[in-house]
């Protein structure tokens, strides 16, 4: 096999991407604010920096938040930082995403992306209620509150109780401490006072919902097609030894769904996340390099016997996660 000496962060392209989303989304937030467009125009540009920040998290964010972003451990940072501007924590980030998710994928009781209780029975050994009975169907709404739950809730619980879910979290030191009150002060002026201020609080909290919905619910779809469909595990820890079968490699593979690989505007779009295997298994590479990536381990697990899930279109992704849902809502 030819061995070339690239880099594992991103290049020119990913850091045009991100200078291309944040000057849109800056503009989009002062057209919004400052010059009070008409009604119908506000509304398509609350829809569309919605989207923008989904675009941002995904990109910029994420890649950053791994040390991906750049080869720059500042820059890296100063990525990772930039989920602040989107109304969350990146202190609190970083632990759930990065050390419990990507440790504890799957996981019931550990994995807090799965922990939706009692609203969604997201695996089988969650307890169901009657009501899970239609999550298929309400699920989409609840979605579309994610950024909503996550900037004025779960972040605060987090911080408070000390814990994600199960875990408790690391002591903060005083800098982290301010950190996260100042990201949170922050938001708060820029996106609720100064709007109200600018715009009065009638028209801010329509804009406010339409966007933060939007990217409530891009964001949910994109990580929830990655790890709840049809296809994948949701490995149970051993009684006595609180340790799973398999090693982590493998753990991954099994507990990780791919979507819409060959369709360029999607990865392009949602930084590669649709290649969520092979980021779980290189979490420390950016995601411009996935689809390179997938053909080795694609053949790689087919060589041992593992399988590779995959969905070619994004829609038969959305379809098999309703699926899923169904049947969690049904299974006893």
């Not at 009150?181 to 996106?191: D, E, H, N, P, R």
């Given at each position: 096999?030819?061995?070339?000496?690239?880099?594992?962060a991103?290049?020119?392209?990913?850091?045009?991407?991100?200078i291309?989303?944040?000057?849109?989304?800056?503009?989009?937030?002062?057209?919004?604010?400052?010059?009070?467009?008409?009604?119908?125009w506000a509304i398509?540009e609350?829809?569309?920096i919605?989207g923008?920040?989904?675009?941002?998290?995904?990109?910029?964010?994420?890649?950053?938040?791994?040390?991906?972003?750049?080869?720059?451990?500042?820059?890296?940072?100063?990525?990772?930082?930039?989920v602040?501007?989107?109304?969350?924590?990146?202190?609190?980030?970083?632990?759930?995403?990065n050390?419990?998710?990507?440790?504890?994928?799957?996981?019931?009781?550990?994995?807090?992306?799965?922990?939706i209780?009692?609203?969604?029975?997201?695996?089988?050994?969650?307890?169901?209620?009657?009501?899970?009975?239609?999550?298929?169907?309400?699920?989409?709404?609840?979605?579309?509150?994610l950024?909503?739950?996550?900037?004025?809730?779960t972040?605060?619980?987090?911080?408070?109780?000390?814990?994600i879910?199960?875990?408790?979290?690391?002591?903060?030191?005083?800098?982290e401490?301010?950190?996260?009150?100042?990201?949170?002060?922050?938001?708060?002026?820029?996106?609720?006072?100064?709007?109200?201020?600018?715009?009065?609080?009638?028209?801010?909290?329509?804009?406010?919902?339409?966007?933060?919905?939007?990217?409530?619910f891009?964001?949910?779809?994109?990580?929830q097609?990655a790890?709840t469909?049809?296809?994948?595990?949701f490995?149970?820890?051993?009684?006595?030894?609180?340790?799973?079968?398999?090693e982590?490699?493998?753990?991954?593979v099994?507990?990780?769904?791919?979507?819409a690989?060959?369709?360029?505007?999607?990865?392009w779009?949602?930084?590669?996340?649709?290649?969520?295997?092979?980021?779980?298994?290189?979490?420390?590479?950016?995601?411009?390099h996935?689809?390179?990536i997938?053909?080795?381990?694609?053949?790689?697990?087919?060589d041992?016997?593992?399988?590779?899930?995959?969905?070619?279109?994004?829609?038969?992704?959305?379809?098999?996660?309703?699926s899923?849902?169904?049947?969690?809502?049904?299974?006893?």
């Amino acid at each position: 096999m030819k061995k070339e000496k690239k880099s594992s962060a991103g290049n020119v392209g990913l850091y045009f991407k991100a200078i291309l989303f944040f000057t849109a989304y800056i503009a989009l937030y002062i057209h919004l604010v400052y010059f009070t467009p008409s009604n119908l125009w506000a509304i398509i540009e609350c829809v569309l920096i919605g989207g923008f920040t989904a675009a941002i998290g995904f990109n910029v964010m994420h890649d950053g938040g791994h040390g991906s972003f750049s080869k720059s451990k500042s820059v890296n940072k100063l990525a990772a930082v930039s989920v602040n501007l989107l109304g969350a924590s990146h202190i609190m980030w970083g632990m759930k995403h990065n050390i419990i998710h990507h440790t504890y994928t799957n996981i019931d009781g550990v994995d807090d992306d799965i922990e939706i209780k009692p609203y969604l029975r997201m695996c089988a050994t969650q307890k169901r209620y009657k009501i899970h009975r239609f999550q298929h169907y309400y699920v989409w709404f609840l979605y579309t509150l994610l950024h909503i739950i996550w900037v004025f809730l779960t972040d605060y619980q987090k911080y408070f109780k000390k814990r994600i879910g199960s875990v408790p979290i690391k002591k903060l030191t005083v800098k982290e401490h301010f950190g996260f009150w100042g990201a949170k002060v922050g938001y708060a002026i820029l996106f609720m006072a100064i709007p109200i201020y600018t715009v009065g609080f009638v028209k801010w909290m329509v804009g406010f919902l339409i966007a933060s919905m939007v990217t409530g619910f891009i964001i949910s779809i994109v990580f929830q097609l990655a790890h709840t469909v049809e296809e994948t595990a949701f490995p149970v820890p051993d009684g006595d030894t609180n340790k799973i079968e398999n090693e982590w490699a493998i753990h991954q593979v099994q507990t990780t769904a791919n979507f819409a690989t060959k369709n360029k505007l999607i990865s392009w779009l949602v930084g590669g996340l649709n290649f969520q295997i092979e980021h779980h298994l290189f979490p420390r590479v950016s995601h411009i390099h996935y689809p390179a990536i997938s053909k080795i381990i694609k053949q790689t697990c087919a060589d041992f016997n593992i399988q590779y899930i995959e969905f070619p279109k994004m829609r038969s992704a959305i379809a098999s996660h309703a699926s899923f849902l169904r049947k969690m809502g049904r299974a006893v």
